[in-house]
Structure formats: C-alpha cells, structure tokens
C-alpha cells in the first residue's frame, strides 16, 4: 500500500455512508473514527463497534455527551482502508481507532504523523515489522493491543493442531487456505510448517490471488485428499466469512481456523485470543488518549483471554464424536 493512496485528493472519493447510529457527530464534540474491514451489515460489525464503545464507557466516556463516533467499514476489501482513513481526517477526527491496521500502518503514519491511532485485532510482532519501538512505549502517535504474545504465534498454533488432533485422530494432510501475499498468512504458514514438522504432518498450501480463486483452492485440495483444512485469519478471509464458509460447508471436511467467529459460525474449531476483548481495550485506550495521554506512551497490550470453541452441531454433520475431556475444556460448545 503505497503513500500517494492515502494523500490523494479529498474529493476524489465520496464519503461512505455508515449505518444509522453509527457516525452520529456533534462538532462541540472530540471525533474517535473507527475502521472496520469487515461489511457493515454484519453481527461481527455490530459487536465491535459495541466493543469499542465499551471500553470508551469503562473511562467514563459516554457517545453523545463525551465523544462522538464515526464509523467506516472496508466492505470485505482491506485496500479501501486509504480512502476511508482520508475520509476520517476530512472529518476532523481526533483518534482512529482501526482493526487489522498492520495493513498500510507505515503509509497511515507517515501520511498522518500527528494524528494518534489505536489499532487492534493484528496478529503479529510490530517491534519486528519495525512499526513501534518497543512494547513498554511504542513511541510516535501509535499504541494499541495485538492479538499474540511477540513470537507466540507457533506456540498458539501448537495449542490449536493439538486440540484439532483429539478432534480428527486421522489427520495426516492438511490444506491450509489463505491468501497469497498477506502478512499475517506468512506467520501462519511459517508457525504450521513448524509445528507440522515435530507432528509429522503434511501441510499444503493453496494460495488465493483473489477470493474468486476460493472455491478452486477447496477443489485442490479434495483432489490432494487432504484430511482436513485450516483457514487463515487473514482479513481477506474473515471479511468474507459468509462466503468462506458457503466452500467450507461444500467440502465436507473437518476445518480449523483461529478466531471464535469463526467456530461460531460453523468450522469444527477455533482457538484464539478473543478479538472482541481487543477492541474494548482498544476502545478504553482511545479515552485515556482523548483524556490527554500520548499514544506512544501507553504500552502495547497482549492478549490475555483465549478462547477454545468446539462446533458440536458441525461435528455430528460431519460424524465426528467430541471426545468428553476435549469438551470440558472448551470455553463454548455450539449445539
């Protein structure tokens, strides 16, 4: 994502209309901006925006009376987070508040310096990206909360096959799904390969250029006969979980993947942090910063909540029988 997309012309894009209730403005009133990637219409938009104003209303700060909101959501499409950005600076906001930010967060920060941004729900080592300076004090305008503990993807991965592996005592191959150039789906390609290799497990990789090649990756893989497969949490993928799922229903095998939404909405299992915990701290960040603290001065939270889902009613579709000791330990069954 390159610096001339976020300091184009104002006008050259119209501004996003947001869902009733959602940018309510006043201009006596300090502006948050928030950037979802996800489509507006959604329940996991709803819950983070709910998320958000949360952790606002945890300090003390109360929409309409303390703060005003303005919400823009990417739709599914994390390359429209330029526009969308330009559109909560024309509109004055004092924070951004964005999920998935790792996208573009060099351009946002030289393209917007002294504009403070609390991102949440990334996935990824940001002293190593070169993004902050440290975890203790990040420095510039930038602070927030990542989804890993720094270098604890392949020990969250580890955790996550091994929980699948009581689920499916076959699995022997397994197709992971992600796209081709994302940041995250580098990490997670690297933590399976390793933890592959201690499992002697095969891992597949099919690599998406666009969504359009979503239905062909799952058609590869049956073709390899894969035991099961394994969706990245690449914002490409969650965004479009609807349409994710429509493939992974299709299927017929056994799937994985990180978040709880995700396992929510029908894969077999997920483990994760709990993203919707990010975005109220996120949202508790924003008022301390609006309450007169500098960004890069508040430490950078790692996720303390994790979250086992087991999808019983996908598992008896599927013929498959939860052992007892692995649903004790879930933190949800879905029936």
């Not at 700060?61 to 024309?90: C, H, K, M, T, W």
């Not at 095969?202 to 666009?210: A, R």
């Amino acid at each position: 994502m390159k610096r001339r997309e976020f300091i184009g012309l104002l006008g050259a894009t119209a501004l996003s209309i947001p869902r009733p209730g959602y940018a309510q403005t006043k201009t006596a009133l300090p502006l948050v901006g928030l950037l979802l990637p996800m489509k507006s219409d959604s329940s996991l938009a709803q819950d983070r925006v709910t998320g958000v104003r949360k952790g606002l209303q945890e300090e003390s700060f109360v929409e309409g009376a303390n703060y005003s909101l303005a919400v823009r959501f990417a739709e599914g499409d994390i390359n429209r987070y330029p526009q969308l950005a330009r559109e909560l600076v024309a509109l004055n906001a004092r924070i951004i508040v964005v999920a998935a930010s790792l996208y573009g967060m060099g351009a946002f920060r030289r393209a917007f310096p002294e504009l403070p941004m609390v991102f949440t729900a990334i996935a990824a080592d940001l002293v190593a990206t070169g993004d902050v300076q440290s975890y203790v004090r990040p420095g510039g305008m930038l602070t927030g909360n990542v989804m890993n503990a720094v270098g604890g993807e392949e020990t969250m991965t580890q955790k996550r096959i091994g929980f699948f592996k009581e689920l499916v005592p076959g699995l022997t191959r397994l197709g992971m799904i992600a796209p081709a150039n994302g940041v995250l789906a580098k990490t997670e390609k690297d933590a399976l390969q390793n933890v592959a290799a201690q499992l002697s497990l095969e891992v597949i990789h099919y690599d998406l250029n666009t969504l359009d090649d979503l239905e062909g990756a799952f058609a590869a893989g049956l073709r390899d006969d894969v035991s099961a497969f394994y969706i990245s949490g690449e914002p490409l993928m969650f965004s479009n979980l609807s349409r994710v799922m429509s493939s992974v229903t299709a299927s017929r095998k056994p799937c994985l993947g990180p978040y709880p939404d995700w396992g929510r909405a029908g894969l077999l299992m997920s483990y994760s942090t709990d993203p919707l915990d990010g975005f109220r701290r996120a949202g508790a960040y924003a008022a301390k910063i609006l309450n007169g603290a500098r960004a890069g001065d508040l430490p950078i939270e790692q996720a303390s909540k994790f979250t086992l889902v087991i999808n019983q009613k996908t598992a008896k579709a599927l013929g498959i029988v939860v052992p007892p000791t692995l649903l004790a330990l879930a933190d949800e069954v879905i029936e």
